[in-house]
């Protein structure tokens, strides 16, 4: 049997501020030019959004169905595939020396599209995988309500967070390190608290839970570093659209689980398994890579 976390009206609001705030935070240094630049240079950019949108999600709905998995996992982990890039694909993709232009242009472009691509992408491809598809369908979803989660939690955060930036660049400067620091530490600890109150019954499928996600991390991150590839992009780039493919947004994962799946916890720990493991594997690599400097590439200014 499934077990159950439960979560009041006022703690799912708390993760939805939550949430809002680390959006506001990280948009206060984006500017119209992140979005602009998809058109001026697109090449990059669309190679990496494409393999977030639409590689990602298709190979994690064959991923899923080839290998059998439980369906909530499968779902959980379609859920996280369907997300926009985190948060933190940015600062990885500095200290990856990657082409940190193109990072911040797929985070922006990315946050804006899910509003309508995460949703569809999500139930495409949980009502094509015949093992998730009963799951699915048995779990009312009002999509009038999920809208107003992604404007309250993502859209309206984010164009406050730039126009403020804007208005106050230098505070902007100022301040967007601690939000970032505040957002994750309070988002971890949420989930900590979460997770625990049902921690014995979840270490009864602890292993299946590390393997899934860590496989489907290195789908993600693989996917992002062979579109780069096939496209003929330079190792700047590259590096910055592998790291964006590979980070994806788990708390807006969890903000959508938390409001609209309360009692579905294996979905609930694959997003809060890989908001912890992107950053530990996100952390590593940049690592590597930043000891192989790839010459002059762009910042963000």
């Not at 049997?1 to 990280?26: K, R, W, Y």
Request: with cysteine; charged share 10%.
């Amino acid at each position: 049997m499934e077990p159950t976390l439960h979560f009041g009206s006022d703690q799912v609001l708390l993760l939805n501020c939550i949430l809002a705030i680390m959006i506001f935070g990280v948009s206060v240094t984006l500017k119209p030019a992140d979005f602009s630049r998809v058109v001026r240079a697109p090449k990059a950019p669309l190679a990496g959004l494409f393999a977030q949108f639409v590689l990602l999600p298709a190979l994690t709905c064959a991923f899923t169905w080839v290998l059998d998995i439980e369906p909530t996992l499968a779902l959980g982990m379609m859920l996280v595939a369907a997300c926009p890039g985190g948060t933190f694909s940015n600062i990885m993709t500095f200290l990856a020396r990657g082409n940190t232009a193109v990072s911040v242009s797929m985070t922006a472009v990315s946050s804006v599209g899910s509003a309508v691509l995460t949703p569809f992408n999500f139930a495409l491809y949980a009502n094509l995988n015949p093992n998730t598809q009963p799951l699915l369908q048995s779990i009312a979803m009002n999509p009038v309500h999920l809208a107003g989660l992604f404007f309250g939690v993502l859209i309206i955060p984010l164009v406050l967070g730039m126009m403020c930036g804007q208005r106050w660049p230098a505070w902007a400067r100022r301040t967007e390190p601690g939000f970032r620091v505040f957002s994750v530490v309070t988002l971890v600890g949420f989930v900590v608290v979460a997770v625990g109150q049902n921690l014995n019954t979840l270490m009864s499928y602890l292993g299946v839970l590390v393997a899934v996600v860590i496989g489907h991390n290195t789908l993600a991150l693989l996917m992002g570093y062979l579109s780069a590839r096939f496209a003929q992009l330079n190792e700047a780039d590259t590096r910055a659209i592998t790291l964006e493919v590979g980070i994806q947004n788990s708390g807006l994962a969890l903000a959508i689980l938390f409001t609209f799946f309360p009692n579905q916890t294996s979905m609930m720990a694959v997003a809060a398994f890989w908001g912890i493991w992107h950053l530990i594997s996100g952390g590593l690599l940049s690592w590597l890579w930043n000891r192989k400097p790839v010459g002059e590439v762009s910042r963000v200014e």
